[in-house]
T-cell receptor, first 109, second 115 residues
Framework: GQNIDQPTEMTATEGAIVQINCTYQ??????LFWYQQHAGEAPTFLSY????GLEEKGRFSSFLSRSKGYSYLLLKELQMKDSASYLC??????????FGAGTTVTVRA | IAGITQAPTSQILAAGRRMTLRCTQD?????MYWYRQDLGLGLRLIHY???????GKGEVPDGYSVSRANTDDFPLTLASAVPSQTSVYFC??????????????FGPGTRLTVL
């Protein structure tokens, strides 16, 4: 089975930076995904890492360390619209995605 | 508009009734997936199909069945609904190639309540 852990909730101020950590233990590894999900909506793709290192996409960056089974999603210059749940998902050796329970980020003015 | 559609948007169902959730994609993706999302548990894979004509079981397949007669459609059937199947159901698709990104794209979801 898969074991993916991320914090349940985080709160930050508008304009600040927040880092969401994700640790995983899976049978095989074929990439790690981050999704954003606003309340009552579908998850939408944010980022993908398969090699160690940092991937930057505008205000969002994602980091991966395969040897440590660790990733983080960095959200910079937070905006109110960034209030959402952020899902860490790992693709295993069978190319199936396993999701963490999600981290709810609340951005306060 | 390209994407994935699901129907119905929401449904209240009596226990013991049969229900089919519909999912259609127009992106010509070869792989499709059904997940359920429950509070505190995240998304869990119910069934998947890597290509038309084939299906496979995910993490929580019991009580559900699927079929994949063509590329675009992937219906999920609850043969005899039970209250524990109350959940939000998401359909997803991807251009499965076993390679690099193979990003999954999600439909808007169906909120199902079984009483």
């Amino acid at each position: 089975g898969q074991n993916i852990d991320q914090p349940t909730e985080m709160t930050a101020t508008e304009g600040a930076i927040v880092q969401i950590n994700c640790t995983y233990q899976t049978s095989g590894f074929n990439g790690l995904f981050w999704y954003q999900q606003h309340a009552g909506e579908a998850p939408t793709f944010l980022s993908y890492n398969v090699l160690d290192g940092l991937e930057e996409k505008g205000r969002f960056s994602s980091f991966l360390s395969r040897s440590k089974g660790y990733s983080y999603l960095l959200l910079k210059e937070l905006q109110m619209k960034d209030s959402a749940s952020y899902l860490c998902a790992v693709r295993d050796g069978d190319y199936k995605l396993s999701f963490g329970a999600g981290t709810t980020v609340t951005v306060r003015a | 508009i390209a994407g994935i559609t699901q129907a119905p948007t929401s449904q209240i169902l009596a226990a013991g009734r049969r229900m089919t959730l519909r999912c259609t994609q127009d992106m010509r993706h070869n792989a499709m997936y059904w997940y359920r999302q429950d509070l505190g548990l995240g998304l869990r894979l119910i069934h998947y199909s890597n290509t038309a004509g084939t299906t496979g079981k995910g993490e929580v397949p019991d009580g559900y069945s699927v079929s994949r007669a063509n590329t675009d459609d992937f219906p999920l059937t609850l043969a005899s609904a039970v209250p524990s199947q109350t959940s939000v159901y998401f359909c997803a698709s991807s251009d499965f190639s076993g390679g690099a990104a193979d990003t999954q794209y999600f439909g808007p979801g169906t909120r199902l309540t079984v009483l």
